[in-house]
Every structure is written in C-alpha cells, then in structure tokens.
C-alpha cells in the first residue's frame, strides 16, 4: 500500500483508507515515535461545514479570532502552534467512521481540498511566493478511515473528490488527494 508517508512532507495530503489498516497504524506510530501528534475526528461529527468548523477549532486549539469559514481554516491549519503538532514535527488528522453520510454531504468536496490547501502549505518551506518561512516544513496530513473500502466505496470516493484544483491518486487500498501543482503554484 505504501505510496504515501503520513510522517514525511510529500504529497499526498489526504489519504481515504480501510479501518484498522496496519500500514497507516504503523505510519501514525512513526510520526509520534519523531514527536509528532495524531489527532482524531469522528466523521458523524463532521456533517455540516459549521460543524467541521467547531471541531477543528476545538481539537487543533485554533485562536479565539478564527474566522468559520474555509480561508480561515486553511490559515488555522497552517499556523498551527507547537503543542498540537509536536514542537513543529508534525500531524496527521484521523477522521474515523467516514461513510456515505459525510462522503455525500453538500460540504465535503469543499472540506477535502481546504485540507490540501492547508496541508499543502505546512509541508513547505517557503510561502507561495517562494520566500523562505521562518520554520521549517511541518508534516501535515489527513487520513479518512472507511468502513467498508471496496472498489465501489473508492470509486465513489474519487467522485467525489476529484476537482479541477486536485491530483487524486489510486494505489493498493487508498485513494490519495492533493493539490495540482499547475493550478496552485
């Protein structure tokens, strides 16, 4: 399955994968083995995008001025403070029970690619101008385990994720996302 590394600053930023995949279970015990930190998100919780707002801004410790809205998130999640990623090591977000409810919610296909913007950016060094950052690359990716991962649960993934501003990407038992570099750089 190995075609992505939750505890490195490659693309891709977001990766949909069986539950209980013993891959990404040995990825995310990687990234806390360096420092970093795995934060968990249930899908049920993440049904509407002001509900996406409220739980990212209280498990990330986003500031008391975050926006709720996407450009604000995308900022949040770039910014993140050392606490949550582990001294600027990394993160990778879990989101469990991910299913058709939040597959099919009018929101999602929105709340996917704000995550590799963001992503995007905390995994490079330099800002989009191409200046240096003061800090260095921050791991920084998203997982959404499925229940069920059949061909057809990943086609209807990569329906629903594709977009013009994306890469999506099959390999053995995931489906990756992340942003096209000819439509962002």
């Not at 582990?86 to 597959?103: H, P, S």
């Amino acid at each position: 399955m190995t075609d992505f590394n939750l505890a490195g600053t490659s693309a891709p930023w977001v990766v949909f994968v069986p539950k209980g995949s013993v891959e990404v279970r040995q990825q995310l015990a990687a990234l806390e083995e360096r420092g970093g930190r795995v934060h968990h998100f249930a899908a049920s919780d993440l049904a509407t995008e002001q509900s996406v707002y409220r739980v990212f801004a209280e498990t990330l410790k986003f500031p008391g001025y975050f926006g709720r809205n996407w450009d604000a998130m995308v900022d949040c999640l770039d910014d993140l403070c050392g606490a949550v990623t582990g001294g600027q090591v990394g993160i990778a977000g879990v989101i469990t029970g991910t299913d058709d409810r939040l597959l099919e919610a009018e929101h999602f296909p929105d709340f996917v690619s704000v995550l590799c913007l963001a992503a995007d950016r905390a995994n490079s060094a330099v800002d989009l101008d191409g200046d240096s950052l003061d800090r260095p690359a921050i791991a920084e990716h998203f997982v959404f385990e499925c229940g069920e991962f059949d061909r057809e649960m990943q086609e209807r993934v990569v329906r629903r994720v594709e977009q013009p501003d994306l890469i999506v990407t099959r390999g053995e038992g995931f489906v990756g996302a992340a942003l096209d570099p000819d439509e962002w750089h």
